[in-house]
Each structure stands twice: as C-alpha cells, then as structure tokens.
C-alpha cells in the first residue's frame, strides 16, 4: 500500500500554475496573481477601478462571470492556512484587500 500524495503546492490555472500562497511567499504570489488577474481581465476588479455595474447594465452578466472566477482563482491560490483569512468575503476586492492588510510585509522579516 503506498502513502497518499501530498496535495499540490499550486493551483493549476489556464496560464499556468500558480505557487499556493503562504505566511512567507506574498509578494512573489501577488506579482503572479497580478498577471493572472490581468490575463483574467479582472485585476481592475479586485482593485476597485472596475465595480459592480447596476443589474440593468449590459456588462453586468460578464462582470458577474468575470467576478467568480476572480473569487474562485484567489481562493484556490491560497494554502489552507490562509484560506480561512478569505472566509465569509464576498467580494474579490475584499478577498484582495485582507490579503494585501494581513500579509504583505509578513515575509520580510524574521519572527
């Protein structure tokens, strides 16, 4: 009987794979998720500069689309051990922004 394998260390994405995002490694993981949002056309939405447009928009159905998959993409891109930092976050601006409050200087330094 063989031993399970241990779970990825990276989410599989259609650019590629992107490192799990841990305590020591956000600002390589931020740089990557830039591009993959970008690529995603969705880093103007976690950033804010793109919001929700109203319900009667014609873009609201793709801007909804384009938002869960941003949701799903960050959340997927995260070990568990910084998932439950995303937990009850709806927004892919928020998820982003928790991330950005509580990790960015976190692998700068030792302790």
């Given at each position: 009987?063989?031993?399970?394998?241990?779970?990825?260390?990276?989410?599989?994405?259609?650019?590629?794979?992107?490192?799990?995002?841990?305590?020591?490694?956000?600002?390589?993981w931020?740089?990557?998720?830039?591009?993959?949002?970008?690529?995603?056309?969705?880093?103007?939405?976690?950033?804010?500069?793109?919001?929700?447009?109203?319900?009667?928009?014609?873009?609201?159905?793709?801007?909804?689309?384009?938002?869960?998959?941003?949701?799903?993409?960050?959340?997927?891109?995260?070990?568990?051990?910084?998932?439950?930092?995303?937990?009850?976050?709806?927004?892919?601006?928020?998820?982003?922004?928790?991330?950005?409050?509580?990790l960015?200087?976190?692998?700068?330094?030792?302790?």
């Amino acid at each position: 009987m063989s031993a399970p394998e241990p779970a990825p260390a990276f989410n599989k994405t259609e650019w590629g794979n992107i490192p799990l995002l841990t305590y020591l490694d956000y600002e390589p993981w931020e740089e990557t998720m830039t591009l993959v949002l970008g690529a995603m056309d969705a880093y103007y939405i976690v950033t804010g500069e793109e919001p929700e447009p109203p319900q009667i928009n014609i873009y609201y159905h793709d801007w909804k689309i384009r938002a869960a998959k941003t949701k799903t993409t960050i959340h997927l891109s995260c070990s568990p051990a910084i998932q439950f930092l995303l937990e009850g976050l709806r927004s892919p601006g928020a998820m982003w922004t928790t991330l950005l409050a509580r990790l960015e200087n976190t692998g700068t330094h030792i302790g």
